[in-house]
């Protein structure tokens, strides 16, 4: 089993900057990829970026292009995901996910992740 923590969301104003962490804990080694999701109030979860743990290769939504970066350190089993350039649609509850080794559908599709955190908010003022 893998246990997922978020840390690092808050409010800040449009145009400003967050980092969230994830600590990945349990069995955690061996993780193909992680990566994190977010849902808006009244939206469905929307895929955000994944990056594999191997490799670090990167995949990232089209809207967070350019201003948000996915990372991770292997040692600490922790990912973290940079924002910047924030704006109100941003706002949402940001979710950390996991994927087991195996193969991938897609990316973006929620249903392929394993494991999930609690998630952590995010509010983006205008």
């Known amino acids: 089993q893998v246990q997922l923590v978020e840390s690092g969301g808050g409010l800040v104003q449009a145009g400003g900057s967050l980092r969230l962490s994830c600590v990945a804990s349990?069995?955690?080694?061996?993780?193909?990829?992680m990566g994190w999701f977010r849902q808006a109030p009244g939206k469905e979860r929307e895929f955000v970026a994944v990056i594999r743990w191997s490799g670090g290769s990167t995949f990232y939504q089209d809207s967070v292009k350019g201003r948000f970066t996915i990372s991770r350190d292997n040692a600490k089993n922790t990912m973290y995901l940079q924002m910047n350039s924030l704006n109100p649609e941003d706002t949402a509850v940001y979710y950390c996910v996991a994927h087991r080794p195996g193969t991938v559908g897609s990316w973006s599709d929620p249903y392929e992740y394993d494991y999930w955190g609690q998630g952590t908010q995010v509010t983006v003022s205008s």
């Open positions: 349990g069995r955690a080694n061996g993780m193909l990829a």
